[in-house]
């Protein structure tokens, strides 16, 4: 018998880390850890504007109905820099823009494309689906359940030795294969509260509590308003998301190096839709788009008298 149909999750495996992922865990497709818990945060409307994130809560307990016959589903996490983005004038984005590069979202799924193709080469009739933040699936609980990390007190999932810059995909296969015995990996947070105590907004409302709609990454991302100044002065240089849960996490990297791979704020600030749509537009900034970019760098200016 070929080794591959002895121990499919080891060559999976291998296969995974040959294309850069940092974690590959196995699960079966059941109501994930927490969904109770999830379901609670949204029934208290702390999802904010995120009004997809209410729906197709049957899609999210019942994961097998997002593949018809889905019998598997592979966790792969995949790591970012540690650096910091800014741009020429010194001011900040979050770490998982990476504007030098295509978006994650497409950037990821062409990787996990090839392995999904390997897993259908390997079980002949099986079909794939891939999620890159792109479905109604409990990502974080998916990867906790696999055993390729713990939920960190900011809600963060934690790769031991890697920390939580690390961005999650799944594959689901109709291909049924003996899983490897995985548990749970036990907390490591231990007594520490740092994320908690960081958080200049009080998103953190306490552990493994977050309100999106206080919740610099929201706000700077996701939401529709403008922010008020006195958030404003809470972002510092940040004019894109927030790490800080994530940079006083003893579990990351302690390194504040930065990466100058922006414009200038001037230059953006000068910009037009489609100088926006030829610098950014295969980037993270364009979930975004022009205008709340904008907004967000005047706002942070504001505090610097610039």
């Keep these: 018998m070929p080794e591959f149909y002895k121990n499919p ?11 850069g992922f940092v974690a590959v865990g196995f699960s079966r497709p059941e109501t994930p850890p927490f969904f109770d818990k999830f379901c609670l945060w949204v029934s208290a409307e702390k999802q904010g ?9 049957d899609l999210r307990e019942y994961p097998v109905k997002l593949l018809d016959g889905c019998q598997t589903i592979v966790t792969l996490a995949y790591p970012y820099s540690s650096k910091k983005p800014g741009t020429s004038d010194g001011f900040l984005v979050a770490r998982y823009t990476q504007p030098r590069v295509m978006d994650y979202h497409e ?5 996990a ?42 809600n963060m999932l934690i790769v031991p030795e890697f920390g939580s810059y690390v961005f999650l995909v799944e594959i689901l296969t109709t291909a049924c294969f003996s899983l490897p015995e995985t548990r749970p990996v036990d907390s490591r947070c231990g007594t520490c509260t740092n994320c908690v105590d960081a958080c200049p907004t009080g998103a953190l409302e306490k552990p493994f509590s977050l309100d999106a709609r206080k919740c610099l990454s929201y706000l ?13 002065r809470k972002m510092g240089r940040c004019f894109y998301g927030c790490d800080i849960c994530q940079e006083v996490c003893p579990h990351n990297d302690e390194s504040m190096s ?8 001037d230059e ?39």
């Design 258 to 265: 930065k990466d100058v791979s922006l414009p200038s704020t």
């Design 49 to 57: 504007e995120m009004s997809w994130l209410t729906r197709n809560l």
């Design 107 to 111: 950037r990821l799924g062409n990787l």
């Design 113 to 154: 494309q090839k392995l999904a193709q390997w897993i259908v080469e390997w079980f002949p009739g099986s079909k794939t689906r891939i999620c890159v933040d792109s479905a109604p699936i409990l990502e974080r609980s998916f990867a906790y359940a696999s055993g390729i990390g713990f939920i960190g007190k900011n």
């Design 220 to 232: 700077t991302i996701e939401g529709r308003g403008e922010i008020d100044i006195e958030t404003g």
């Design 9 to 19: 999750h080891h060559i999976i495996t291998e296969k995974a880390k040959s294309l």
């Design 268 to 306: 953006i600030l000068n910009m037009g839709e489609e100088a926006f749509k030829d610098k950014f537009g295969k980037t993270a900034f364009a979930r975004a788009g022009l205008e709340k970019l904008k907004e967000n760098i005047r706002i942070v200016r504001s505090r610097f008298d610039c």
